[in-house]
Nanobody, 115 residues
Framework: QVQLVESGGGLVQAGGSLRLSCAASGRTFGLRAMAWYRQVPGKERELVAATISGGIANVADSVKGRFTIYRDNVKNTVYLQMSSLKPEDTAVYYC?????????WGKGTLVTVSS
C-alpha cells in the first residue's frame, strides 16, 4: 500500500505565502508523477501543478507565477510553494501520486485565504 500525508495548510491573509508538503510512503517503487489538486465545495477537483520524476513540471494558468512545485526524490516528497495568495485560492488541496499506472490520493489539507 501507499500512503500520502499532506501538511502545511492553514489560514493566511491575502498576499501571504504557504508551503504544502506531501510525503509518500509504503510501496513507492515506480513512483513517477506527483501532483497537487484543489477542490472547493460544489466544484470539480482541478489540477494545480504536477511534476514527473524527470523534473518536468506543469502549473495551471491560474497560479502560474505564484505557485511552484518541486520534489525531493530521495524523500519521495512533493512540495507546493504558494505565494501572493488570493481568496480564490481557498480550497482543500490534495496530493496525488502515480505509481506504475495506479493513482493514490492523500486526504487533503485545507488552505484558507482571507481578504
Amino acid at each position: 500500500q501507499v500512503q500520502l500525508v499532506e501538511s502545511g495548510g492553514g489560514l493566511v491573509q491575502a498576499g501571504g505565502s504557504l508551503r504544502l508538503s506531501c510525503a509518500a510512503s509504503g510501496r513507492t517503487f515506480g513512483l513517477r508523477a506527483m501532483a497537487w489538486y484543489r477542490q472547493v465545495p460544489g466544484k470539480e477537483r482541478e489540477l494545480v501543478a504536477a511534476t514527473i520524476s524527470g523534473g518536468i513540471a506543469n502549473v495551471a494558468d491560474s497560479v502560474k507565477g505564484r505557485f511552484t512545485i518541486y520534489r525531493d526524490n530521495v524523500k519521495n516528497t512533493v512540495y507546493l510553494q504558494m505565494s501572493s495568495l488570493k481568496p480564490e485560492d481557498t480550497a482543500v488541496y490534495y496530493c496525488k501520486a502515480t505509481i506504475i499506472g495506479t493513482e493514490y490520493w492523500g486526504k487533503g489539507t485545507l488552505v484558507t485565504v482571507s481578504s
